[in-house]
Each structure stands twice: as C-alpha cells, then as structure tokens.
C-alpha cells in the first residue's frame, strides 16, 4: 500500500509561484504514472497534469499549459508541481494520485485510474 503527502500549498497572490510537493511511502511509484489533480468548492475533481513513469511524458489540461510543470524524482519517490502565474481560478485544493497505468493514456484524465491519493494541500490565489 502507498501513501501519498502533498505539501507546499498556501495563501499567494495572483501572479504568483507555488511548488507543491508529493512524497510517496510505503511502496515505490517509480513504476507508475503520476498525476496532479484539483478540486475547487463546489465542484468536481478535476485533472490537472500527469507524467509517466519515466518522466519523458507529461501532459495538462489547457487551462494550466505553460504556467505549470509536473516533475518527479523516483530516487526520492516524489513528484512535484511547479505553478506559476497563479490566478484566482487556480484557487482550489490539489491532490497527487498514483496512477493504475506506467504511462499517460487517454484515460489519464479520468480519476478511477488513479487507485491511491494524498489527503490534498490547499492552494489559495488572492486577487
């Protein structure tokens, strides 16, 4: 069983940067695919980024290209996402996941191919 901690979240305002952090326990996920997920009060989970097991394949949703980054280290069992020119619609609470596939597929945007998830870090964007 893996257990998944994010930290790095907080209270930024809009044009700021933020890099979240996601430590894996218990079992490696150097074998997995890695997403970034997020969910804002009174909405649906929603994708935000994956990266494949080796790291060469990343991919976002529209909403987040070319302000955020998802990385990781699997010597270290991390992944990381780098946010940059925050807006308030980035305002939400954002959760690492564990994906059931190595590799980013059609289906990585969909959360039941994700099969263990972090408690979430609070991401907070001031206008």
């Known amino acids: 069983q893996v257990q998944l901690v994010e930290s790095g979240g907080g209270v930024v305002q809009a044009g700021g940067s933020l890099r979240l952090t996601c430590a894996a326990s218990?079992?490696?996920?150097?074998?997995?695919?890695m997403g970034w997920f997020r969910q804002a009060p009174g909405k649906e989970r929603e994708f935000v980024a994956a990266i494949s097991w080796s790291g060469v394949t990343t991919y976002y949703v529209d909403s987040v290209k070319g302000r955020f980054t998802i990385s990781r280290d699997n010597a270290k069992n991390t992944v990381y996402l780098q946010m940059s020119s925050l807006t308030p619609e980035d305002t939400a609470v954002y959760y690492c996941a564990k994906a059931l596939s190595a590799h980013i597929t059609g289906t990585s945007l969909r959360t039941d191919q994700y099969d263990a998830w972090g408690q979430g870090t609070q991401v907070t964007v001031s206008s």
């Open positions: 218990g079992r490696t996920t150097s074998n997995s695919a």
